[in-house]
């Protein structure tokens, strides 16, 4: 496990950066790109909000009367229907440079994981030879954490991974949409401040060893009072996730209106979520973290999503 040093308090805004995660913004392998190729044109403007509309037959059965909730049958993962509209993504308000601007972003419909991928569910793609092994298989082989999210995978692995269970990676917009709805939430539940009650992050006190809310990963779903407003869990905290795109850091003054895909290349890939050594700031439903594809930590995970149709 990679350590880090927990510096003296310098000043408000270093010790936020250097405490999102083990190895956030200015620390490891994350780290703002010396420079970033600008967004593709677009020529996309927002358009108004759709009705919600129905989920589409995704192939496999139903788990219960409710249509929005499908099961992958590869790996068991619930499924979770986000519906066709618009949204407000990013922040002008008490966030950091990359959240900005707040812009309204319209996305298709689509299914993201209701949970972070599991060890348990890992170790099917590895035993069918689709994927290789976490980097440090300790917790990967405890039976005690087979339900606790994968971590020490790295980007090409989530995105092997979600390509043998018939999925993909989300973009990072699908993957707010999912965390913070339609009424531009701070949090997946709302505007209340977090607890340990809603997400697993280093909630006491922020950087002192010993007072955060567990000091490990937990299994996934651990924490209902925290989901999102379509019922996604563990958006926040537990672990960070992988999403596909490529970190950008002024992306968002010219991201397209309808369904960004990110930037066409860079050397940085996204984290969201925060994590288990997260202070509450870096569990905010906008805040962006990012890392090289290499970047493989006990702190990083990923789910999975896939189209409507």
């Known amino acids: 496990m990679k350590h880090r040093t927990l510096l003296a308090i310098v000043t408000i805004f270093a010790l936020i950066t250097l405490s999102c995660s083990l190895t956030g913004g200015l620390i490891s392998e994350k780290g703002p790109e010396a420079s970033q190729p600008a967004a593709g044109p677009s020529g996309e403007q927002p358009i108004s909000p759709f009705a919600e509309t129905a989920p589409p037959p995704l192939g496999t059965a ?28 990013g922040s002008d308000e008490g966030g950091l440079p990359n959240e900005r601007p707040q812009h309204t972003v319209y996305l298709d419909a689509f299914y993201i994981d209701k949970t972070e991928v599991t060890n348990a569910q890992y170790r099917k793609c590895v035993e069918a030879g689709a994927c290789g092994q976490p980097h440090d298989t300790e917790w990967y082989d405890d039976p005690n954490r087979a339900e606790h999210p994968v971590v020490w995978v790295d980007w090409y692995q989530a995105k092997a991974y979600c390509e043998w269970a018939g999925r993909r990676l989300p973009t990072e917009a699908e993957w707010e949409k999912a965390a913070r709805g339609t009424d531009g939430r701070t949090y997946p539940w709302g505007s209340s401040n977090p607890d340990c009650n809603k997400a697993n992050y280093w909630g006491k006190s922020g950087l002192i060893k010993g007072v955060d809310c567990v000091g490990d990963t937990t299994a996934v779903g651990s924490y209902p009072a925290g989901a999102s407003p379509y019922g996604v869990l563990d958006m926040e905290g537990n672990v960070y996730e992988w999403v596909a795109d490529w970190y950008g850091e002024d992306y968002y003054s010219a991201s397209p209106g309808r369904n960004p895909p990110g930037p066409y290349s860079g050397k940085s890939r996204v984290l969201r979520g925060g994590s288990w050594v997260s202070v509450p700031f870096c569990v905010r439903s906008t805040y962006r973290d990012w890392g090289g594809p290499g970047l493989r930590d006990p702190d990083v995970g990923f789910r999975c999503a896939r189209d409507s149709e």
């Open 62 to 89: 139903p788990l219960s009367q409710d249509e929005n909730i499908r099961v992958c049958p590869a790996d068991g993962m619930v499924m979770l229907y986000i519906s066709a509209c618009e949204f407000q993504m």
